[in-house]
């Protein structure tokens, strides 16, 4: 009995000490959070101080939202403060994408438009707005543009979009699963958790510090092992039953070069001078060899479309993108040529390290040096 | 294999999983098989040196025993050929892999000196990482059964242990045979007290080598790269590289030796808070105290130590730390941090009876002040030698120290910042329980929980990410 009970009592004593090593951790996350992004010691933190829904269900990023590395400005653009009026003189480029322009694995002021404003600093005509939000599908551009961008008055607004989000969305949408004023594209936002404590903060940190720790080779594995999973799952919602598209068909890019068409004259109505870039992808057929956790984790996003979907999309869309520029006369960059499709460019199969981010800036930055 | 390194996370607990279930005689192959691919991961061929010299040593230390027994009027010859055979093959080894291209440059320059144009062979050569380590570890085995201080062993793989043992096998300490050897042949039991020193140990390293010496690195290396440093930049400069080379290469060494601890077998203590040393000589005790002890046994008192007149035992310390700076690499700069310890290990001697005879010193302060002013002194003398240690050539030197002793521009508190986020969560710990596990395991579980969870996080949130050690250069 006696023997039982000094057992029981260790056994609580570890539990205990287990416990205290927990919180320790968790308030070492949050004053860090504190000290480093001067986060709020208790409540929510999270993704979701960055950006919300408005009335329409339109995604818009939150005035002063701040979030880590990512800050919004008081009209709820990342970057510096800017006045809502046009400075007399200045030509404002906006910067129109999801979370490749919006920024997400670059350092602070890496992201491309970030680095666009630096390449241009010199020429004080341009002033760049990064006018982008995470998770905003190119249908809904046009409506965004209007409500969020049309105010600023911009005379060059650059375009930036995934094909094979687009494509995913507009399969979902023409076979009934949600309507057009739903679809959303990439990750939902993280939770806010309990209003008092908000989410565990030490968690995510050790996760990220366990996936720098390891070699990339066992990422890749997991990566791929967790995406199987997750796709397994996103088919049973979204395909059900379906086969994913190894081809694209060419009504559904006929959709996109409408949509995409009707976006640019939309602009070109307002007086802003659209410039459409392709969209640079780590994907590559060798690629898919060399990283497949990588793609795994990136196509749960788009179950519509097999890996031989994903690049017959780019192959065409690349091309399509060039005609349409033509035929309307538009501005046109080819950044998925331009970028290598390595590591050292790419942090995931869509998002830029501050190299690849570089990359694509320089070549906008080369562009409107050269044609304005 | 590094130790801050995914490889060998995974390496160490499967070789300690199976180290503890396989029967004793089986304990040291397990160990001698897990050193071997230890230093093979890094690069299999240079395997081959350390074989060399442990078939050298093993044969010689057997030869040397048997004249020992044999005691005839030849024995002394042939004991002096085995001995010499075993520091020829080991100095030479060394010799070749780091010296070679130092010397034959050097030459190179000093007959242009004299107009002379030579065009020499370079080698086209690595440093085998560790070599200094295990050449001077394997020499002190045949040289103290040469003086008769202990016996040689029959048992081969034991001895190729004793050589190779992993975890001290690339940055030391250097064990001495008749301290290790023992260890090695004596059956292991597991302790558990022992085990979570040996923990403790390894987590401590780490805390050092990652939180503390990685993140100053690159601050240290700017510093370092600049021309035209501030006074205050030069003195960040200087401090960041005192702890730097400090964490690094004792986190190496706690590393080691908690490794070992958790496989049951005790390695010496290679630092003991050196930075509290109260003169020169106390500086060594403390610091890299198996390379000192070892310049000391086989090196300073072969020479005469100080048992002989005044000038020889200056000439011997300026012998002795001109070689121990030559020990760490092939470069001029050290033989400059060589012979500026020599100086003020000499220094000290000379002012040491001035200091007893100035009373007032004695008189006016308490005990503490006095251990404060020498402690701080030292440090800064200290400070000085690894300034110089760490610049990038010999002409470099006066850059580096200059602003040190004549000031140039102005304070910027703002530069102490990311040296201080570094330091003092070092400095708090090893003041309050001095890095001992015999008084961090006085504190209560629950207690322990909160210390090592803050050091844990700092370690696994800002660690740096991962880099070689600094000593495996030497």
């Known amino acids: 009995m006696k023997s039982n009970f000094w057992t029981i009592k260790r056994i609580l004593n570890y539990v205990v000490a287990l416990v205290l090593f927990g919180f320790t951790l968790e308030v070492g996350a949050r004053i860090d959070d ?67 322009t ?126 199987r999973k997750q796709i397994a799952a996103a088919e049973a919602r979204y395909l059900r039953g379906e086969k994913p598209f190894d081809v694209i068909p060419d009504e559904l890019l006929a959709s996109y070069t409408q949509d995409i068409t009707d976006l640019i004259l939309f602009l070109q109505e307002n007086n802003i001078r659209p410039i459409l870039c392709n969209f640079p992808s780590l994907l590559s057929k060798e690629n898919l060899e060399k990283y497949p956790g990588t793609f795994m984790a990136g196509r749960r996003f788009i179950v519509e479309l097999s890996f031989e979907g994903m690049l017959d999309t780019s192959a065409r869309v690349t091309k399509l993108n060039e005609q349409i520029a033509l035929d309307l006369g538009i501005g046109f960059l080819d950044n998925d040529g331009i970028i290598p499709k390595d590591k050292d460019h790419f942090a995931d199969n869509v998002h830029y390290t501050d190299t690849g981010a570089e990359l694509v800036a320089r070549t906008i930055a080369d562009y409107l040096k050269i044609n304005y | 294999m590094l130790f801050n390194s995914f490889i060998f996370a995974v390496f160490f607990p499967i070789v300690l999983v199976l180290y503890w279930i396989v029967p004793f005689r089986l304990q040291n192959i397990l160990l001698l098989a897990a050193s071997y691919v230890f230093y093979g991961y890094w690069d299999w061929r240079f395997l081959s040196l350390i074989a060399i010299s442990t078939i050298v040593d093993y044969i010689s230390g057997l030869k040397l025993e048997a004249e020992n027994i044999k005691n005839d009027a030849k024995s002394p010859k042939r004991k002096k050929f085995w001995v010499t055979l075993s520091i020829v093959v080991n100095l030479g080894l060394l010799g070749f ?116 010496a990685d993140n100053l690195a690159p601050m240290v290396d700017r510093y370092f790269a600049m021309s035209n440093l501030t006074s205050f930049e030069a003195l960040i400069a200087s401090y960041g590289f005192v702890f730097q080379v400090y964490c690094d290469f004792s986190g190496y060494s706690d590393i080691a030796r908690g490794c070992a601890k958790c496989l049951g077998i005790e390695l010496m203590l290679n630092f003991n808070h050196p930075f509290v040393a109260i003169n020169p000589g106390d500086f060594w005790k403390r610091w890299h105290i198996s390379l000192s002890s070892w310049l000391r046994d086989y090196l300073y008192i072969s020479l005469g130590g100080s048992r002989v ?83 990038s050539s010999v002409l470099n030197i006066w850059d580096m120290i200059s602003p040190l002793f ?48 803050s050091l844990f996080y700092l370690l696994a949130m800002h660690g740096a990410t991962q880099q070689s050690f600094i000593y495996f250069q030497f």
């Open chain 1, 34 to 100: 504190a000290v480093s992004f001067d986060a709020p010691f208790f409540g929510a933190y999270s993704s979701i101080l960055l950006r919300a829904h408005d009335e329409d269900g339109l995604r818009k990023n939150i005035p002063r939202g701040q979030f880590e590395k990512w800050k919004n400005n008081s009209l709820g653009f990342r970057g510096p403060e800017i006045s809502l009026e046009k400075p007399e003189g200045i030509v404002r480029v906006a910067c129109m994408g999801t979370s490749e």
């Open chain 2, 97 to 212: 892999f780091k010296y070679y291209n130092f010397f034959v440059s050097s030459f190179e320059d000093m007959m242009a000196e004299f107009g002379v144009h030579m065009d020499p062979l370079y080698l086209s050569i690595i440093l085998p990482i560790g070599i200094s380590f295990y050449t001077f570890q394997t020499m002190s085995y045949t040289i103290d059964i040469y003086k008769g201080n202990m016996k040689p062993t029959k048992r081969f793989f034991d001895f190729a242990l004793y050589v190779a043992f992993f975890p001290q096998l690339v940055a030391g300490p250097i064990e001495r045979a008749k301290a290790l050897l023992p260890r090695i042949l004596k059956k292991r039991e597991f302790n558990a007290n022992q085990f979570m020193e040996g923990v403790h140990l390894i987590f401590w390293g780490l805390f050092k080598k990652v939180y503390v």
């Open chain 1, 102 to 227: 919006y920024g997400l694995y670059e350092s602070p002021d890496k992201e491309w438009p970030g680095q666009l404003r630096e390449f241009l600093s010199d020429y004080s005509k341009f002033e760049v707005i990064n006018t982008s939000t995470v998770g905003l599908p190119l249908v809904r551009y046009k409506d965004y543009i209007q409500r969020y961008v049309l105010p600023l008055s911009p005379d060059i607004i650059i375009i930036y979009s995934s094909p094979h989000s687009y494509l995913a969305n507009r399969i979902r949408v023409e076979n009934g699963i949600v309507g057009l004023g739903e679809i959303q594209g990439g990750a939902r936002p993280s939770l806010p958790g309990n209003e008092f404590y908000g989410e565990s903060r030490s968690v995510p940190k050790i996760r990220q510090m366990v996936r720098a720790f390891l070699p990339p080779s066992l990422i890749e594995w997991y990566d791929g092992y967790s995406g």
């Open chain 2, 406 to 453: 004549i000031w140039k521009g102005s304070i910027d508190w703002s530069l102490s910042i990311p040296l201080l986020q570094y330091i003092v969560p070092l400095i708090l710990f090893e003041a309050i329980f001095k890095s001992d596990w015999n008084k961090v395991k006085k504190v209560h579980l629950w207690g322990r929980s909160l210390i090592y969870g």
């Open chain 2, 309 to 391: 007149k005044t000038w020889k035992i200056y000439r011997n310390l300026i012998i002795t730390m001109l070689l121990g700076g030559l020990w760490h690499g092939a470069a001029w700069t050290y033989v400059v941090w060589g012979a500026y310890h020599g100086a003020i290990l000499i220094g000290y001697r000379l002012l040491r009876p001035v200091m007893a005879r100035a009373t007032w010193f004695r008189e006016t302060f308490s005990e503490t002040t006095k251990r404060v002013v020498k402690v701080l002194v030292v440090f800064h003398l200290i400070l000085l030698a690894h300034t110089i240690f760490r610049t």
